[in-house]
């Protein structure tokens, strides 16, 4: 069946560790996204990727490094950089028609302990 | 500065009544606006959308309407039934500034059905 991974579902991470959350998709979508979540604050764009090889910071980038080597995979990096990693990330990608929703993974919810 | 505002945290209805979620956005270069419905701990899923051509767009017991005067969108549910209970989120794109055009999303409301 065609969605989007992501995974593992539940993080821990220690205080001054990398984290690298995974994310991939078999829709054959050249955009993929990454959001993340915290309470009354919707849904906040950390960066996206229009096509293979290329990325752009969204509003809240601090903190975070992505990468998009294959079509199909755009994994995010929350650095030790990032002062409030604890939150639930959000991972989407959507095709490159016009007027056209953007596909959710199920999340990972990422605790610093 | 948020573009797309969701200004009511939460509404409750009782089941078989109308629920009515509301959206405003800022930025006039939005043409393009979703909605999408969320359960906790999972991710958000499509539920309904419209251009700005349209005014409104019906899919069953959701339709939407846009006013693009107003900047103002809203979401009808009808009749609200108690699976209905989730975080709705408003979210809108400028498709034509180019493609795969990122989504700006609201903070989203919650939406209570009571049996």
């Known amino acids: 069946d065609g969605g989007i991974t992501q995974s593992p579902k539940y993080l821990f991470r220690k205080e001054g560790q990398n984290v690298t959350l995974s994310c991939e998709q078999n829709?054959?979508?050249?955009?993929m996204y990454w959001y993340r979540q915290d309470p009354g604050q919707g849904l906040r764009l950390i960066y996206y990727?229009?096509?293979?090889?290329?990325?752009q910071k969204g509003d809240i980038a601090e903190g975070y490094s992505v990468s998009r080597e294959k079509k199909e995979s755009f994994p995010l990096t929350v650095t030790s950089a990032q002062k409030n990693p604890t939150a639930f990330y959000l991972c989407?990608?959507?095709?490159?028609?016009?007027?056209?929703?953007?596909?959710f993974g199920q999340g990972t919810r990422l605790t610093v302990v | 500065d948020q573009q797309v505002k969701q200004n009511s945290p939460s509404l409750s209805v009782q089941e078989g009544r109308i629920s009515i979620l509301n959206c405003d956005y800022t930025n006039s270069m939005f043409d393009y606006f979703l909605w999408y419905k969320k359960y906790p701990a999972e991710g958000p899923t499509f539920l309904i959308s419209i251009s700005s051509i349209k005014d409104k767009n019906e899919d069953g017991r959701f339709t939407v309407f846009l006013n693009k005067s107003a900047k103002h969108l809203s979401l009808h549910i009808v009749p609200s039934q108690p699976g209905d209970s989730a975080v709705y989120f408003c979210?809108?794109?400028?498709?034509?500034?180019?493609?795969?055009?990122?989504?700006?999303f609201g903070k989203g409301i919650t939406l209570s059905v009571r049996p």
């Open positions: 990727s229009q096509i293979v090889n290329d990325f």
């Open positions: 829709l054959n979508h050249d955009a």
């Open positions: 989407a990608s959507s095709s490159d028609r016009l007027n056209t929703e953007a596909f």
């Open positions: 979210a809108a794109s400028a498709e034509l500034a180019g493609a795969n055009s990122k989504l700006t």
